[in-house]
Protein backbone atom coordinates (compact mmCIF):
# COMPACT_ATOMS: atom_id res chain seq x y z
CA UNK A 1 0.00 0.00 0.00
CA UNK A 2 1.06 3.55 -0.84
CA UNK A 3 0.46 5.10 2.70
CA UNK A 4 -1.48 4.24 6.00
CA UNK A 5 -4.94 4.44 5.11
CA UNK A 6 -7.71 5.50 7.57
CA UNK A 7 -11.16 5.82 7.29
CA UNK A 8 -14.28 6.83 9.18
CA UNK A 9 -17.97 5.26 9.11
CA UNK A 10 -20.72 7.76 10.13
CA UNK A 11 -23.28 4.87 12.16
CA UNK A 12 -24.59 7.31 14.53
CA UNK A 13 -27.95 8.50 12.78
CA UNK A 14 -31.66 7.57 13.87
CA UNK A 15 -32.48 6.07 10.58
CA UNK A 16 -36.04 7.97 10.38
CA UNK A 17 -36.75 7.59 6.80
CA UNK A 18 -36.81 3.33 7.75
CA UNK A 19 -39.04 3.80 10.97
CA UNK A 20 -40.25 1.83 12.43
CA UNK A 21 -37.92 -0.82 11.89
CA UNK A 22 -34.97 1.60 13.12
CA UNK A 23 -36.41 1.47 16.50
CA UNK A 24 -35.50 -1.80 17.49
CA UNK A 25 -32.15 -1.88 14.59
CA UNK A 26 -29.95 0.90 13.61
CA UNK A 27 -29.31 1.34 9.83
CA UNK A 28 -25.70 0.38 9.29
CA UNK A 29 -27.14 -3.11 11.18
CA UNK A 30 -29.54 -3.86 8.40
CA UNK A 31 -28.89 -6.99 6.57
CA UNK A 32 -28.13 -6.80 2.77
CA UNK A 33 -28.08 -10.79 1.52
CA UNK A 34 -27.64 -12.18 5.57
CA UNK A 35 -24.15 -9.52 6.02
CA UNK A 36 -24.70 -6.56 8.18
CA UNK A 37 -24.40 -3.22 6.22
CA UNK A 38 -21.41 -2.26 8.77
CA UNK A 39 -19.65 -5.47 7.73
CA UNK A 40 -19.62 -5.74 4.70
CA UNK A 41 -18.00 -2.04 4.62
CA UNK A 42 -15.48 -2.77 7.07
CA UNK A 43 -14.87 -5.63 4.84
CA UNK A 44 -14.55 -3.47 1.51
CA UNK A 45 -12.34 -1.04 3.81
CA UNK A 46 -10.22 -3.57 4.82
CA UNK A 47 -9.75 -5.11 1.34
CA UNK A 48 -9.05 -1.37 -0.45
CA UNK A 49 -6.02 -1.31 2.49
CA UNK A 50 -7.41 0.79 4.96
CA UNK A 51 -5.76 0.19 8.43
CA UNK A 52 -7.66 2.19 10.55
CA UNK A 53 -11.24 2.64 10.84
CA UNK A 54 -13.46 4.47 13.33
CA UNK A 55 -17.08 4.44 13.80
CA UNK A 56 -19.30 6.70 15.62
CA UNK A 57 -22.49 5.51 16.70
CA UNK A 58 -25.28 6.69 18.85
CA UNK A 59 -28.84 5.16 18.29
CA UNK A 60 -28.84 1.85 19.79
CA UNK A 61 -25.10 1.99 20.18
CA UNK A 62 -24.75 -1.08 22.27
CA UNK A 63 -26.38 -2.97 18.83
CA UNK A 64 -23.28 -1.66 16.69
CA UNK A 65 -20.36 -2.16 19.73
CA UNK A 66 -21.64 -5.99 19.80
CA UNK A 67 -21.46 -6.17 16.25
CA UNK A 68 -18.47 -4.55 16.00
CA UNK A 69 -16.99 -7.06 18.96
CA UNK A 70 -17.91 -9.75 17.22
CA UNK A 71 -16.04 -8.62 13.78
CA UNK A 72 -13.09 -10.70 13.20
CA UNK A 73 -10.58 -8.12 10.68
CA UNK A 74 -6.91 -6.84 10.44
CA UNK A 75 -7.62 -3.24 11.13
CA UNK A 76 -7.32 -1.65 14.21
CA UNK A 77 -10.97 -0.20 14.61
CA UNK A 78 -12.17 2.43 16.94
CA UNK A 79 -15.79 2.69 18.04
CA UNK A 80 -16.83 5.96 19.84
CA UNK A 81 -20.21 6.23 21.12
CA UNK A 82 -21.66 9.86 20.88
CA UNK A 83 -23.10 11.40 24.34
CA UNK A 84 -25.80 13.14 21.93
CA UNK A 85 -26.34 13.05 17.83
CA UNK A 86 -23.52 15.19 17.14
CA UNK A 87 -23.53 14.96 13.21
CA UNK A 88 -21.17 14.91 10.71
CA UNK A 89 -19.10 17.47 11.83
CA UNK A 90 -19.19 17.32 15.44
CA UNK A 91 -18.62 13.42 15.02
CA UNK A 92 -15.85 14.47 13.08
CA UNK A 93 -14.54 16.85 15.41
CA UNK A 94 -15.12 14.20 17.87
CA UNK A 95 -12.98 11.69 15.97
CA UNK A 96 -9.80 13.81 15.77
CA UNK A 97 -7.53 11.95 18.59
CA UNK A 98 -8.29 9.01 16.83
CA UNK A 99 -7.33 9.92 13.37
CA UNK A 100 -3.59 10.89 11.56
CA UNK A 101 -2.46 14.65 11.56
CA UNK A 102 -1.34 13.73 8.19
CA UNK A 103 -3.07 11.73 5.83
CA UNK A 104 -6.51 11.80 4.43
CA UNK A 105 -9.69 10.65 5.93
CA UNK A 106 -12.20 8.50 3.54
CA UNK A 107 -15.47 9.16 5.46
CA UNK A 108 -18.50 7.36 4.29
CA UNK A 109 -22.13 6.67 5.94
CA UNK A 110 -22.68 3.54 7.15
CA UNK A 111 -25.65 2.66 5.03
CA UNK A 112 -23.85 2.86 1.93
CA UNK A 113 -23.98 0.24 -0.51
CA UNK A 114 -20.82 0.48 -3.28
CA UNK A 115 -19.15 -1.35 -5.53
CA UNK A 116 -16.70 1.39 -5.99
CA UNK A 117 -12.76 1.03 -5.48
CA UNK A 118 -12.12 3.09 -2.08
CA UNK A 119 -8.71 3.20 -2.05
CA UNK A 120 -8.89 4.91 -5.62
CA UNK A 121 -10.95 7.53 -4.52
CA UNK A 122 -8.62 8.42 -1.91
CA UNK A 123 -6.05 8.40 -4.73
CA UNK A 124 -8.02 10.99 -6.85
CA UNK A 125 -8.38 12.74 -4.20
CA UNK A 126 -4.60 13.09 -3.30
CA UNK A 127 -3.82 13.59 -6.95
CA UNK A 128 -6.02 16.48 -7.39
CA UNK A 129 -4.77 18.04 -4.25
CA UNK A 130 -7.82 18.90 -2.58
CA UNK A 131 -8.79 19.47 1.03
CA UNK A 132 -12.05 17.96 0.42
CA UNK A 133 -13.31 15.80 -2.13
CA UNK A 134 -17.37 14.10 -2.11
CA UNK A 135 -18.01 11.37 -4.66
CA UNK A 136 -21.04 12.46 -6.07
CA UNK A 137 -23.00 10.75 -9.13
CA UNK A 138 -26.08 11.23 -11.00
CA UNK A 139 -29.36 9.90 -9.01
CA UNK A 140 -32.58 11.35 -9.20
CA UNK A 141 -34.51 13.03 -7.36
CA UNK A 142 -31.48 13.61 -4.91
CA UNK A 143 -29.82 15.65 -7.40
CA UNK A 144 -28.68 18.68 -5.72
CA UNK A 145 -24.95 19.14 -5.30
CA UNK A 146 -24.04 22.34 -8.20
CA UNK A 147 -20.01 21.00 -9.92
CA UNK A 148 -18.23 22.46 -12.75
CA UNK A 149 -15.30 20.84 -14.06
CA UNK A 150 -14.72 18.91 -10.64
CA UNK A 151 -15.43 21.54 -8.41
CA UNK A 152 -18.28 21.85 -5.69
CA UNK A 153 -20.03 25.14 -6.18
CA UNK A 154 -22.88 24.55 -3.89
CA UNK A 155 -25.78 22.99 -2.56
CA UNK A 156 -29.36 22.58 -2.70
CA UNK A 157 -29.11 23.21 -6.37
CA UNK A 158 -31.76 22.09 -9.08
CA UNK A 159 -30.19 22.57 -12.25
CA UNK A 160 -30.15 20.29 -15.26
CA UNK A 161 -26.10 19.11 -14.35
CA UNK A 162 -26.86 18.73 -10.84
CA UNK A 163 -25.40 15.56 -8.60
CA UNK A 164 -26.18 13.72 -6.15
CA UNK A 165 -24.00 12.87 -3.15
CA UNK A 166 -23.41 9.39 -2.50
CA UNK A 167 -22.31 9.54 1.33
CA UNK A 168 -18.63 9.10 0.71
CA UNK A 169 -15.84 12.12 0.83
CA UNK A 170 -11.78 12.24 1.18
CA UNK A 171 -11.29 15.13 3.91
CA UNK A 172 -7.57 16.29 4.69
CA UNK A 173 -7.07 16.57 8.46
CA UNK A 174 -6.51 20.44 7.93
CA UNK A 175 -9.72 20.34 6.63
CA UNK A 176 -11.09 18.73 9.49
CA UNK A 177 -9.62 20.83 12.01
CA UNK A 178 -10.65 24.14 10.58
Not at 17 to 34: A, G, I
Not at 56 to 65: D, R
Not at 111 to 118: N, Q
Request: charged residues 15%.
Amino acid sequence: MPFFKQAMILAAGLGTRLQPLTFHLPKPLFPVLNIPLLYRLLYQLEEAGFKKIVINCFHLAHLVLEMVGSYKGRAEIVTLVEPSLLGTGGALKNAISHISKNKPLLVINGDVVTDLDLARVVNLHQHHGAKASLVVHKKEPWNNVAVMDENVLGFNYSGPDAMAFTGISVLEPAFIRT
